[in-house]
C-alpha cells in the first residue's frame, strides 16, 4: 500500500492502518531499534510506542514522506529508551561512538542536548543537502541508522576503509562549512 493511503487511514481512524504500517515498515523500524538498543523486545515495545505516537500525531500532522517520519519517531523514541535504561553502559557503545564522532565537528562535549541535537540537526540537514548523493547515503547510513562501517561496506559494496575516508571527509567538510561535494569513486555512478 502507498504512503499518502496509509496516511489516509490514519485520518480516517481506520485500525488497518496500523497493519499497513507494520507490513510497509515493520522491518526497517525493528531494524533501527535493534541497532540502537541491541535488546528485541525492547526494540519491540518501542515500535510498538511508536505506532501510538504516529497514530496521535496522524491528524493533524500530514507528513510528506510517511517512512522518514516513522523512523524519526521510532529513532527518538529508542533513544529516550537507551538514556531511560543506562544502556550505554550495557553495549551501546556504538551510538556513543557515532556520538563522539560527531562532538569532533561542534567540538562540544553536550551533544546529547536537546538544543544542541535540533540545532545540529538543522545544520547537518542543510549542509547533506550540498553533498553528493554517496557522501549523504553513506553519512546518513552511520549516523542516524548508527550501521557500522562494516555494515555500510557491504551495502554499497565498497571497502571498510573508502567508508571510513568518505566518513571523514564528509565530517571535516561539515566541521568547516563547505558546500562542495565529495569528490570519491562510489559505486553509485
Given at each position: 500500500m502507498e504512503d499518502?493511503?496509509?496516511?489516509?487511514?490514519?485520518?480516517?481512524?481506520?485500525?488497518?492502518?496500523i497493519e499497513e504500517t507494520d507490513r510497509s515498515y515493520g522491518s526497517i523500524c525493528r531494524g533501527l531499534s535493534s541497532r540502537i538498543l541491541k535488546n528485541s523486545e525492547d526494540a519491540e515495545e518501542c515500535v510498538n510506542d511508536s505506532y501510538l505516537r504516529l497514530w496521535n500525531r496522524l491528524p493533524p500532522e500530514k507528513p510528506d514522506s510517511l517512512g522518514s517520519f516513522l523512523t524519526q519517531i521510532v529513532r527518538n523514541i529508542s533513544l529516550d529508551r537507551l538514556r531511560q535504561s543506562g544502556a550505554e553502559k550495557r553495549g551501546g557503545?556504538?551510538?556513543?561512538?557515532?556520538?563522539?564522532?560527531?562532538?569532533q565537528v561542534t567540538g562540544r562535549s553536550d551533544v546529547e542536548s536537546s538544543v544542541m541535537?535540533?540545532?545540529?540537526?538543522?545544520?547537518?540537514d542543510r549542509f547533506l543537502r550540498t553533498q553528493s548523493q554517496e557522501a549523504r547515503s553513506i553519512f546518513l547510513r552511520r549516523y542516524y541508522f548508527f550501521d557500522t562501517r562494516t555494515e555500510i561496506a557491504d551495502r554499497y559494496e565498497i571497502s571498510a576503509a573508502q567508508v571510513s575516508v568518505v566518513l571523514s571527509r564528509t565530517r571535516k567538510r561539515l566541521r568547516i562549512g563547505s558546500t562542495q561535494p565529495a569528490t570519491i569513486w562510489t559505486p553509485w555512478q
Open positions: 499518502n493511503q496509509i496516511i489516509s487511514l490514519y485520518w480516517a481512524r481506520d485500525e488497518r492502518a557503545s556504538a551510538i556513543t561512538v557515532s556520538l563522539d564522532e560527531l562532538e541535537v535540533q540545532e545540529l540537526g538543522k545544520a547537518v
